[in-house]
């Protein structure tokens, strides 16, 4: 693990040192955006199935609205037939998750890279890098103390809660949407258990991304800002033609 970790340090600081002469002191800030724009072009694949099978999905509704009717009263019965449906028009429920999964591995190598004073034996250099004034192995509790809300490292800070806030506000309300122009099934009505109770707290998950973002070293934090807004926008790109309403469970994560 530490020889992996150091051959990924040498690969963002390789990345920085191209950057430097457009971006100088926030190169290796750049450098951690431009490895996360990488990362979602090679799980743009898995997106682009996602879509392809949610709108297979969109096309089962009204197969699933008459398997509703016929085993109504019993939940058992009626979340079987449904697999049944999904297995038969080799339709997955649970490829929506996959470019989400895909992601973490990355999220969770910037998280100990700018987590660590030292790096395969040696002293963590990556962590006197900044993104303006902000150290990218600090988080928001170290920028409140060294200056607060409005000090030079909070209003770094401030920027990317904006950034945040403006995406999960255009997922919630696109979310919602699209949720509404489907009446909802109940829980017994779903192909997996438990899903009718995620559907309804999935308007609300972008948001969570604030405290993310708040709590992790700001190269980590940098890594969530740019996959979200990336994902926001490659929904959009990606489900546009979709029925209104069919979408709704594509929009989280």
């Known amino acids: 693990m530490s020889a992996f970790m150091s051959v990924f340090a040498s690969l963002v600081e390789h990345l920085a040192d191209a950057l430097d002469p457009l971006f100088h002191a926030s190169a290796t800030a750049a450098a951690i955006v ?11 694949p898995l997106s682009r199935a996602s879509a392809r099978g949610q709108k297979a999905r969109a096309k089962l509704s009204p197969q699933i609205a008459e ?7 019993n939940p058992e019965k009626l979340q079987k037939a449904v697999m049944e449906l999904h297995r038969k028009e080799k339709v997955s429920p649970l490829s929506g998750c996959l470019p989400s999964l895909f992601q973490l591995p990355a999220f969770f190598l910037l998280y100990h890279l700018f987590s660590n004073t030292s790096i395969g034996g040696e002293a963590n250099t990556l962590l006197d890098h900044t993104l303006f004034a902000a150290p990218l192995g600090g988080r928001w509790a170290d920028a409140l103390s060294e200056g607060g809300v409005l000090g030079a490292q909070g209003l770094v800070y401030l920027g990317l809660f904006a950034i945040v806030a403006a995406v999960a506000t255009f997922n919630f309300r696109r979310t919602k949407r699209q949720m509404a122009a489907t009446p909802q099934p109940g829980a017994g009505d779903q192909q997996m258990p438990g899903m009718a109770a995620m559907t309804k707290v999935m308007p609300l998950m972008s948001f969570m991304t604030l405290f993310t973002v708040a709590v992790v070293p700001l190269a980590a934090a ?3 800002v740019t996959s979200t807004t990336w994902s926001a926008v ?20």
């Open 234 to 253: 490659e929904r959009a790109v990606l489900y546009r033609d979709m029925p209104v309403g069919a979408g709704a469970l594509a929009t989280a994560g």
């Open 67 to 73: 398997l509703r009717k016929k085993h109504g009263k």
């Open 34 to 44: 431009l490895f996360t724009a990488c990362v979602r072009l090679l799980v743009h």
């Open 222 to 224: 940098l890594y969530v």
